[in-house]
């Protein structure tokens, strides 16, 4: 009787995974369709497994897997085939008649429980048919490991979910070791940035997931992208068959995908570059220049030019301050090389900051060649204008105001001498008053407020009068004019988001639908009741950003400082979902509890 049992035993994972594959959303009859019939659309389906699934006292050296399917495959993405712990090289695999040979050019390690996840990877070979999924659980040892552990990971700006990330779990808790060794587990998110790392032991781990650009299974800062969990993890669930959260899905089942309980949220982010240096520089004109360094937040002391004044010299720095702008303040010819002294706080060789002094030569851009014979048709306005954009939005003018932004800094300006006057529908203009603030950011940018409530049904001009700027090149502005009005289609919404319990500094932006373009921004720090006017129908997204060092930017986060990105925050609405539905000729009001929102 017991080798009955013993012959039965290794078929009865087979009969399971057989059962559960006919059975799931993505299969049905397996059935060949007469020759002539309807297009095959069933995924193949597994026959028969060695080692058997759960199968213990599994050899360490040249260890092969056999799957057989019940008809002729193909392996569609070799990359899916990712065994747990991965080992230093990625599995290999050969086509058998209608098995797949998965192999290992390294040997496995001994008394350890291997998962190898088929996901994606393998399809039939006639029509493409992509099989569902499957992971088989084995061991070197005499134990099968038995917890599991399930989590999302997504994007720190969009909250959106991640594919293909690799989750990873270290036993070694150093800071060190997800730089320097392969996990102690791993697994791949699906479409749904879900995942579920099975069959592990009961232990405490660090838990990271990494955007694994060149599929080494460790972190390299200077390419990937990665998250983490503060604190460390231990596994409290056991994996069982009824268990949903190990089921393979249908990746179009979102009732199902959504339904699986995650007990961890990694958002992933990039790391600034913790070397820092002057990586680029470049004269981009007669009086112009820039350089840019690697990390962000340089320390500039000093800075001067070889035989140019330091009261000639204007820089600006860019938000993030990893762009240098630089220009002469002289009108005169330029030599066409100019020697440039930067000192700043450099990376020195044993990692640390010191200051030193940078020699930086900047040539003359080479222009282009002269025509055989000139005309004034060559001389281009920028040549001898001080050149400028001014700009006006309908959609955003009450918010923004006009824009005007110059090419180079301006040395005079007579910003009183601008011309705003208003047109009303009986065709009646008058003069308004305004106001000019330079932009905090952009020393060459100026916004100009109307002092009056704009109105619908009027048009507003701005004009820019006629030789009244001068640029650092000497050159006197022509004269520009900007009309606008406001938004007048009736089918036009507006939203209303009013913003309790505020107590830190937010970003509150509002996104289009697929949360890949920022449509208004406002920056907050009391309870504010914000207006987003003129919206045309459709589904968008309220973002919310918590500033907590109050700079305007998004900070991302640092692995070995154990610093999160900035918190971000999507409104959800009582339906569980995040887009806004905004019909035609409506007038929305949303109320947030912020503090409530970034428990």
């Known amino acids: 009787m017991k080798k009955i049992i013993s012959k039965i035993l290794p078929a009865i994972p087979v009969a399971a995974i057989m059962i559960q594959v006919i059975f799931s959303h993505s299969c049905a009859n397996t059935t060949t369709p007469p020759s002539g019939g309807p297009k095959d659309t069933i995924p193949p389906v597994i026959v028969n497994v060695k080692p058997y699934e759960g199968q213990t006292m599994v ?3 040249k260890t092969s897997i056999e ?6 495959v193909t392996v569609k993405d070799p990359k899916s085939l990712f065994l747990s712990p991965p080992l230093e090289k990625s599995p290999k695999f050969k086509l058998k008649g209608k098995s797949v040979v998965v192999y290992f ?7 350890k429980t291997y998962t190898l996840d088929l996901t994606n990877a393998i399809a039939d070979n006639n029509e493409g048919n992509m099989f569902p999924g499957y992971t088989l659980v084995f061991s070197t040892g005499e134990t099968i490991d038995s917890m599991m552990m399930t989590g999302v ?3 720190c700006n969009t909250l959106q979910p991640i594919k293909g990330a690799t989750v990873m779990l270290y036993k070694d808790h150093a800071d060190s070791a997800i730089f320097q060794k392969r996990p102690d587990a791993a697994v791949r998110t699906d479409q749904w940035g879900f995942f579920c790392i099975r069959n592990i032991q009961d232990t405490l781990y660090r838990l990271y997931a990494v955007i694994d650009e060149n ?9 990937e992208k990665i998250a983490f969990i503060d604190s460390l993890v231990r596994p409290v669930n056991v994996v069982r068959d009824s268990v949903p959260e190990l089921m393979k899905y249908d990746m179009e089942d979102t009732l199902s995908c959504l339904a699986r309980k995650t007990e961890y949220e990694l958002n992933v982010f990039r790391e600034h570059p913790s070397t820092q240096m002057i990586v680029n520089k470049e004269r981009i004109g007669e009086r112009t220049a820039y350089i840019t360094f690697m990390a962000p937040y340089a320390q500039v002391d000093s800075l001067w030019f070889k035989g140019i004044p330091s009261e000639k010299v204007i820089t600006q720095f860019n938000l993030q301050k990893d762009s240098l702008e630089i220009w002469i303040n002289d009108p005169k010819p330029q030599p066409d090389t100019l020697h440039l002294n930067v000192t700043y706080m450099k990376t020195d060789t044993l990692g640390l900051l010191n200051s030193f002094t940078e020699q930086i030569k900047l040539l003359k851009p080479k222009k282009k060649p002269a025509a055989a014979k000139s005309s004034g048709k060559d001389i281009k306005k920028e040549d001898t204008t001080a050149v400028f954009v001014l700009e006006a939005k309908p959609e955003t003018v009450e918010q923004y105001g006009f824009t005007i932004e110059f090419k180079y800094p301006l040395v005079e300006s007579a910003f009183d001498s601008l011309e705003f006057r208003s047109r009303n529908p009986r065709q009646q203009e008058s003069k308004g008053r305004y106001t000019v603030e330079r932009d905090s950011l952009n020393l060459r940018k100026y916004v100009v407020r109307p002092s009056e409530k704009l109105l619908p049904g009027y048009e507003y001009f701005l004009k820019v009068p006629h030789r009244k700027f001068r640029d ?3 050159f006197l502005n022509d004269s520009t004019e900007v009309k606008v009005s406001l938004p ?12 309790n319990n505020v107590e830190n500094k937010y970003i509150v932006d509002l996104l289009s639908e697929k949360r890949d373009k920022v449509l208004r921004s406002y920056i907050i720090d009391k309870n504010s009741t914000l207006v987003f006017p003129y919206l045309r129908a459709g589904k968008y997204s309220i973002r919310i950003t918590e500033d907590l060092n109050r700079n305007g930017l998004v900070d991302t986060g640092d692995l070995l400082g154990h610093k999160q990105p900035e918190k971000v925050r999507f409104y959800k609405l009582m339906d569980g979902t995040f887009l806004i539905d905004i019909p035609e000729m409506t007038d929305l009001e949303q109320t947030v509890d912020v503090m409530e929102m970034f428990k």
């Open 67 to 72: 799957i057989k399917f019940n008809e002729y």
């Open 59 to 61: 050899p360490v050296h």
């Open 472 to 474: 650092i090149n000497g």
């Open 215 to 223: 599929n080494n299974n460790k972190y390299e800062p200077e390419s």
């Open 105 to 111: 050019e390294n040997d496995l390690d001994s008394n």
């Open 153 to 155: 990971v997504q994007d």
């Open 488 to 499: 007048n289609d009736d089918k036009l919404s507006s939203m209303t988001l009013v913003l």
